[in-house]
């Protein structure tokens, strides 16, 4: 099965561009923020220790996202294909995704580096704080946020230039054509 990592600044399209993803191959879905945010209103006691977490704009620590991710993913073993969507998020991360895909006869089929313009990930989160009302989508929260995906995520692009999985896509104003861009790649592998 395709297991495809989305990767992206927050704001990036990762959820668009999995969507996309979903409907054209099938793959089932595993957005580790959707995740969180359902624990949450589900009042769970990981969801109250996310929304510490969430609302202060830092990641949640590594275990719990790691034992949440191999049991939803156990879930998906059927389909076409999975789509990780904001996870691996660090180094620990990404080395436990490995471990977890190795130890099923699984690995990375590839990345997807979504690269775009840091002033158009401003003004769509804050677009996006209107329609859906995100707790962590307030200018404060989101500066946060571009500080630990800088510090804590983006090194993760080397490591997977070392696996030999990455894949890049640069936004150049047109959301279908990356789409288009998306679906031939993986497509391709
Ligand atoms: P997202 O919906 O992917 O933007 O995630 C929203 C928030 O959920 C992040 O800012 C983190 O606080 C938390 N989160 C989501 N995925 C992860 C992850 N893989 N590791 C740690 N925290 C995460």
Redesign the pocket.
Known sequence: MDNIVIFGA?GSG??TYSAALVEKFGYNHI????V??EEIKAGTELGSI?KR??DK??????DL?IDM?ASVYDTMREGPGVIF??????IV?AKALKKMLQERGEKISVTLNLKVNEDVLMERLLNRAKIEG?T?DNEATIKK?FN?YYTQTHPLIEWFKKEGVLSEFTFRGDKDKMINEIIDKVASI
């Open positions: 927050p990762k959820g957005s580790t923020g959707d969180l945010r996310a977490y969430i704009g830092q990641l949640i620590p590594d996202i991710l969507d904001g996870f691996p998020r660090t991360q995100r962590d946020r630990v």
